[in-house]
């Protein structure tokens, strides 16, 4: 049974959804058939805490994970690449066309979701694009352009690296007092159940995270060839690990979730999908990381948990996207339980 921390409520929006995977306050990315290729807008008309609307908001869409709104502009990441959107407040559906504004990379498309989020003057997008394998395992030709931040011109459409060495970077948040952007990433496979530990991290322009070459600042990665010891001394630590192959997929940051305790106001919230290949299994829940001076500051503290079995046989959902409601609730996407999770209370801290 999903459950929140002891005296807040957990509620759910369930209106046969498939893999929802990311959410934008009442906008979720959700798929429908094979191949997703739709938004599904969800409203809450009455203020009671659950979607009473739904309807099809873009159609004919190619994996689209990432949406961005800058003005009346509509960023939307497929899996191939970033289009534009005309909207305007109080929309329920766009049928205009979109406009191709940058091309991503795709193919194989190991890990085929691109995110992104607005810089807060709104003059920039920033990109995450993950690697083509687990180690550059076909070469890196095919990974020319992956595993890392890009930063988009929206002046001038221009695309530039801001961040490399990041093997699957995916939620992106500015943190609110430093005003840092950071990013959680998904580590490397199949150097068994206790390396290497997911993470988050703020981003620093310019730098070099590792991938492939090495892991968490300048652990070398000897499965790579051919080995690059010049890369590897370029490479950065990141600020906090997240465990070992717990799949953190999506971030928020906690300082408008009014409806939640103070104690979770000051720090960052962190989906874990959950491991596919660890033993004991790890992630398969929402936690809680505190910050104090614009860095972690502590250790993490589960928020949403319940998605895994006590015995790990069974599965009951996987938190991806992260989101704060207009009500100060966190919002949560859940791809196997095919519903959005709405955390919320007014207890005693």
Not at 18 to 42: E, F, Y
Not at 237 to 260: E, K, N, R, V
Not at 294 to 316: I, Q, R, W, Y
Request: a negative charge; one cysteine or more.
């Amino acid at each position: 049974m999903v459950k929140p921390k002891i005296g807040y409520q957990c509620g759910v929006n369930r209106q046969s959804i498939n893999a929802a995977r990311h959410t934008r306050g009442s906008v979720a990315r959700i798929s429908l058939g094979p191949r997703p290729s739709r938004v599904i807008l969800l409203r809450d008309t009455t203020g009671k805490g659950s979607a009473d609307t739904r309807t099809v908001f873009l159609d004919h869409l190619y994996s689209p994970f990432g949406m961005a709104l800058v003005g009346n502009d509509l960023y939307v990441a497929n899996a191939n690449a970033i289009l534009r959107f005309p909207y305007h407040d109080g929309d329920t559906r766009i049928d205009a066309p979109g406009t191709k504004v940058a091309d991503l990379p795709e193919g194989y498309n190991h890990h085929w979701t691109k995110n992104l989020l607005a810089s807060p003057d709104g003059r920039f997008l920033y990109v995450t694009v993950g690697s083509n394998s687990n180690v550059a395992d076909n070469g890196m030709e095919v990974e020319e352009g992956r595993a890392r931040i890009d930063r988009l011109d929206l002046s001038t459409g221009k695309l530039t690296p801001y961040a490399t060495g990041l093997r699957n970077p995916n939620g992106l948040d500015f943190e609110p007092e430093s005003g840092a952007l950071w990013v959680v990433v998904n580590e490397r496979d199949e150097i068994g159940s206790d390396l290497v530990p997911d993470y988050i991290t703020s981003v620093k322009e310019g730098a070099f995270y590792g991938w492939p070459y090495s892991y968490y600042g300048q652990h070398v990665d000897t499965r790579v060839s051919p080995q690059r010891p010049d890369f590897v001394a370029q490479a950065i630590a990141p600020d906090y690990a997240l465990g070992p192959h717990t799949a953190s997929l999506g971030i928020t940051f906690s300082q408008d979730a009014t409806q939640l305790p103070d104690a979770w106001r000051h720090g960052l919230f962190v989906a874990q999908h959950g491991s596919w290949n660890r033993r004991p299994k790890s992630g398969y829940k929402v936690i809680y990381v505190p910050f104090a001076d614009g860095k972690p500051s502590g250790p993490p503290v589960d928020v949403l948990t319940g998605f895994l079995t006590a015995d790990e046989a069974h599965v009951h959902g996987r938190p991806v996207g992260l989101a704060i409601d207009r009500s100060g609730a966190l919002l949560v996407a859940d791809d196997v339980g095919g519903v959005i999770w709405r955390v919320s209370g007014n207890a005693a801290e």
